[in-house]
Every structure is written in structure tokens, then in C-alpha cells.
């Protein structure tokens, strides 16, 4: 983890290059509706892209947190993102997905007693999935450090009770659906999030 940390500049202007930086009408997964949404999928698409974000990434974590142990994401869009965040800091990814409608640990994973852990995301707007994750990764034994996402779309105000180290933090607004301005409220809406997915 050499090279020189990317700017919040530099991590939107990859976004916008992978034409990962939308505007419309969209539906986010926390149900909110926004002119702006992030398709992150189309940086992971990428992997030279998605080193380079993730390799930033990782050494924000390691300067903000120390050694790292275990990275735990959310399923579905943390994956991608936790994984390889987690090989440049020489860390185990694992991930949670739901079970019953509940973020649990699955497939055989587990965290050992003292593991220091950190959980990665790839955008943070309202801060829900995250919570819910660390509310998982709290059932196990291990040091929960903090959290870190490539963009933290919430203007800093998310509150995950835990650190949050971000590559970019955006003010990007984001309505109820019964409080839309006019502007917002005449276009299609498009909800293009994973949350709504079956397990």
C-alpha cells in the first residue's frame, strides 16, 4: 500500500469515468428519493478501477484503525468492495447477509475472540444497512474498529456509532416520497438498490 492517497477529487472523477455517477429520479435503498445515485457496480465492473479505489480505501482504514484482521460487508453491493479492500490489508472478507430479513453470518464464517474487525461498505447514505451489519458483527466475539465506505453520500451526518473513514463525503439530498420537490416529483422514479433482494 504504496501509492499516494487518492483525494476526494480523484475518487469522484473515477465514479463519473465509469459513468457510475447518475442523475434522475432515483429510489434509494433506504427508501428515500434523490436526483443523484451512485452505481457502484459499474466501478466494480472494473477491476483495475476497483483496485485502485479499494487500495485507497485500505489505506485510509490502516491510518485511521492500525492492523486489521477480519473485513465483514454486507451482501450484496459490500462484497466486491470488502473483498478486495481486505486483500490490500492482508485482512480475511467475510460477509453478512440476510436471514429471516436479519443480517447474520453465514456459510461457515466466524469471527475469532480479539480479531480486529472492520466493516466495509460501498456508499453510505442514511447509514440503515450499516447499522444493521455492525448490530450483526456484535453478536460475535471480536473488536469492532469502525467502519469505512468508498463515498459517504449522507454529508457526514450518518451515525453508525462507530468511526466511519470515507474515501469522499458528498451533501447529496435525499426526500421522503411524500415530500418531493416539484422538480423531482415529475420525473420517473427508477429504484436501481439492491436491498429489496431475496436471499
Do not use: W
Request: aromatic fraction near 6%.
Amino acid at each position: 500500500m504504496t501509492a499516494a492517497p487518492l483525494t476526494p477529487d480523484e475518487v469522484l472523477a473515477e465514479f463519473r469515468d465509469a459513468g457510475a455517477l447518475l442523475e434522475g429520479h432515483f429510489v434509494l435503498s433506504s427508501g428515500l428519493h434523490s436526483p443523484v445515485f451512485l452505481q457502484k457496480m459499474r466501478i466494480f465492473q472494473e477491476p483495475p478501477r476497483t483496485e485502485k479505489l479499494c487500495r485507497a480505501l485500505a489505506q485510509a482504514i490502516a491510518a485511521r484503525f492500525g492492523a486489521v484482521d477480519v473485513v465483514v460487508s454486507p451482501a450484496v453491493g459490500g462484497i466486491v468492495p470488502g473483498y478486495e479492500t481486505a486483500r490490500h490489508l492482508g485482512a480475511r472478507a467475510i460477509f453478512v447477509e440476510r436471514e429471516n430479513g436479519v443480517f447474520a453470518l453465514r456459510r461457515g464464517f466466524e469471527i475469532a475472540p480479539g480479531a480486529r474487525v472492520v466493516m466495509v461498505e460501498d456508499i453510505v447514505t442514511t447509514g440503515l444497512s450499516s447499522r444493521e451489519c455492525l448490530a450483526a458483527l456484535a453478536e460475535h466475539p471480536g473488536e469492532i474498529l469502525g467502519a469505512a465506505c468508498l463515498i459517504d453520500r449522507s454529508g457526514g451526518r450518518a451515525d453508525l456509532g462507530v468511526p466511519l473513514v470515507a474515501l469522499a463525503t458528498l451533501d447529496i439530498p435525499a426526500y421522503p416520497a411524500d415530500a418531493l420537490p416539484p422538480e423531482l416529483a415529475a420525473q420517473p422514479a427508477v429504484k436501481p438498490g439492491s436491498r429489496g433482494l431475496k436471499s
